[in-house]
């Protein structure tokens, strides 16, 4: 395994040492680009224990509760991603499924159909049998803390010129996101070098998807889209995060230092 996995892994086995009579649950938080998802999946790949693994973006409200949302509060809410958009809820009944199945139940984990928009038929989900020795979730955003109000830092947030649209995201994360952020064992916070860093991960990670160079017209969609993301990215690694543990990664993924948040 990475370096990056192994490090998540020694995490894991203290969790579950202190918890023996359950699954641990450990969140792995970064930026987009990070290599949450693809070292979390790796480490259920393993299977030496038997973790199991969703991402929050296998959680996002579809597109019409996004517009119902959007409706309510500000448009900006139709683009999935920003803490709002997420169905908490299902992620936290699938936690409690999980924690508390016998060796025998199945468990289905929810997926996203990125495309239609909108989740995938409940028999196309994977099945988890039995109870995990942990649960891994990985998010962009988890352990994120409200972001003190400022003036529009991108020709995104030009468009909510009043602030409502941060500021009900600031409201998601002092309520749902927060209890849902409490109730993890462990959260590995993966801090990237620099926002510039985040952008070019975010564009390698559309070439890797699509198999090809993107367009130019593809290009201009991700520049735009990822400017939702950027207050509460750069909140995070300037230490806007609440998380157990903080690893340094370089723009090539590679650990550079960890460190214990954690209070003895």
Not at 86 to 101: F, K, Q, V
Not at 122 to 140: C, N, S, T
Not at 208 to 230: K, S
């Amino acid at each position: 395994m990475s370096e990056l996995a192994n490090t998540i892994a020694r995490v894991i086995q203290e969790q579950r040492a202190r918890h023996p009579d359950r699954p641990a649950l450990i969140g792995v938080s970064g930026a987009q680009g990070s290599g949450k998802t693809t070292v979390c999946q790796s480490l259920v790949a393993a299977d030496a224990p038997r973790f199991t693994q969703f991402s929050i973006d296998d959680v996002y409200l579809d597109h019409v509760q996004r517009a119902e949302l959007a409706a309510r509060t500000h448009p900006l809410f139709v683009t999935r991603g920003p803490p709002g958009t997420h169905d908490i809820g299902l992620a936290r009944s699938t936690i409690d499924a999980l924690s508390t199945a016998g060796e025998t139940t199945e468990t289905p984990l929810p997926r996203f159909d990125k495309i239609k928009d909108v989740m995938k038929p409940r028999e196309a989900w994977p099945v988890f049998r039995g109870r995990p020795e942990a649960i891994l979730v990985d998010a962009w955003c988890l352990g994120a803390l409200p972001v003190p109000p400022s003036p529009p830092l991108n020709a995104i947030e030009e468009e909510d010129a009043h602030g409502v649209w941060r500021e009900t995201q600031n409201e998601f994360l002092r309520t749902t996101y927060a209890d849902w952020f409490a109730s993890f064992d462990a959260i590995i916070y993966l801090r990237a070098p620099s926002w510039d860093v985040v952008r070019r991960w975010r564009g390698q990670q559309e070439v890797t998807l699509r198999g090809r160079a993107l367009t130019a017209e593809e290009g201009a969609w991700i520049d735009r889209f990822i400017l939702h993301y950027e207050r509460i990215t750069r909140s995070m690694m300037d230490g806007g995060v609440f998380a157990d543990w903080i690893v340094r990664i370089d723009e090539q993924r590679r650990v550079v230092s960890v460190e214990s948040e954690q209070i003895t």
